[in-house]
């Protein structure tokens, strides 16, 4: 197990349950979230009372935390959260060091009342705007499923397709979101740790290792992640070996970010891999990608590439179209938020905007856990659902917690 910064939890654990279940119950949305290798844990509550949807035109938005689902929606839009309240916790100081300057709530309670005032205000009716969805996906559904792409690939009518499955998992009475958060964050120093919260769409919690769009100041940056196994062995960044079958899929990737550059006449970018990279106890090839926004004179380059990159070839496909078509007609359940892209949005000039996987959708009793995995003509359909059961445990390993690691 990787190990985060010492991070003093146990005050703040106590305050954050009861931040939470005082604005969950409130119905208020909430995001909080933190980035890879970073210190600060952000909060960020929407008190307005409305559910949002906007045009993802990122540098024309107001501070918030934006989600999107897998599918684009008619209108194009996304759900925002508006940043009413916002503010951050270095995790590295004590609780004593900043408590004066949290917000205050009047009415503590403990972590176990306050867990279950939580868990009585993640469920809600329904899901606005997305389809109805059904939780069931079995091994041999998946199996069929990489088996029909898998024909559509040798038949040269997909490069390569990514198909998706579902995994329903029972929660505890006693799960306890804050404690699953404090865990995720310890244990996935390399991932962007969330947990979002809208009345009318949902709950979800995640751990994601891939940025789908970055902007600091005049940089951005994106990545093209691909290729999983497991860690094994010593000194697994240096001394992993890929596959042919691997190093391909992840080459698509990157290709079709290339192309989308191309497509703008964006020529001046640094592409920097492919390298090994640990998300958990997975290891994934990534290239990252960074343009200088002023000195190619794209100030827009957020939005343009959010728009020509999602869903991305890491998630959905090649050719983006076809596999996506193929996709909706075959995949028996409905991704929801599954594979689209969350994060937050100029909240001190920056904006990181992160696929939405390794995550679960949390429900009254249970959780939806959804994982895909890239196929490609030489893909084994068995360890393509391995290779899914073991994303999925990622998430589903920190929800049923007994206290010892
Ligand atoms: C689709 C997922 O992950 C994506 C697919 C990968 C793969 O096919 O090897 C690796 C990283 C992600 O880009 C997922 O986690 O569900």
């Known amino acids: 197990m990787q190990s985060a910064v010492a991070i ?6 106590h305050y954050l349950s009861n931040l939470l279940a005082k604005n969950l119950e409130e119905g208020h949305q909430v995001a909080v979230w933190r980035q890879p290798k970073s210190q600060f844990l952000h909060i960020l509550i929407d008190s307005t009372g409305e559910t949002k949807r906007v045009s993802p035109i990122l540098e024309e938005l107001t501070p918030g935390f934006i989600v999107h689902p897998f599918e684009d929606q008619e209108d194009k839009k996304a759900y925002f959260l508006q940043a009413s309240t916002y503010f951050k916790i270095n995790l590295q100081l004590s609780f004593e060091d900043y408590k004066n300057d949290l917000n205050d709530i009047s009415e503590i309670k403990s972590i176990e009342e306050s867990a279950k005032r939580i868990n009585k205000s993640l469920i809600t009716d329904g899901i606005e705007g997305l389809r109805e969805t059904h939780f069931e996906c079995t091994r041999q559904d998946f199996i069929n499923l990489v088996e029909k792409g898998i024909e559509e690939i ?21 799960f306890d979101l804050v404690k699953s958060i404090k865990r995720l964050i310890e244990s996935y120093p390399n991932a962007f740790v969330n947990f979002f919260h809208i009345p009318k769409v949902g709950s979800w919690l995640g751990a994601s290792p891939e940025v789908l769009i970055q902007t600091k100041g005049d940089q951005f940056s994106t990545m093209s992640l691909a290729g999983t196994q497991k860690v094994s062995g010593e000194n697994p960044l240096k001394n ?58 794209f100030p827009k380059l957020g939005s343009v590439m959010l728009e020509l990159l999602h869903p991305t070839s890491a998630v959905c496909g090649m050719p983006r179209k076809e596999a996506f078509d193929f996709l909706r007609l075959h995949e028996k359940f409905d991704r929801s938020l599954f594979a689209g892209f969350i994060g937050p949005v100029n909240i001190e000039d920056e904006t990181a905007i992160y696929v939405n996987l390794r995550t679960a959708r949390l429900m009254e009793g249970f959780a939806i856990l959804y994982a895909g995995a890239g196929v490609t003509e030489d893909s084994i359909p068995e360890k393509e659902w391995e290779e899914t059961e073991m994303k999925c445990d990622i998430i589903g390993r920190h929800l049923n917690l007994t206290d010892s690691l």
């Open 8 to 13: 003093q939890f146990d005050n703040l654990i």
């Open 154 to 174: 040798k038949a040269e009518r997909l490069n390569k397709i990514v198909p998706a499955k579902l995994k329903k998992i029972e929660l505890h009475e006693q």
């Open 240 to 297: 992993t070996a890929w596959t042919q079958k691997e190093i391909e899929e992840q080459a698509l990737v990157s290709r079709y970010i290339v192309d989308c550059f191309k497509k703008i006449r964006l020529r001046e970018y640094d592409e920097i891999g492919p390298k090994t990279v640990m998300a958990g106890n997975l290891l994934h090839l990534r290239s990252d990608f960074k343009v200088n926004m002023k000195n190619t004179n």
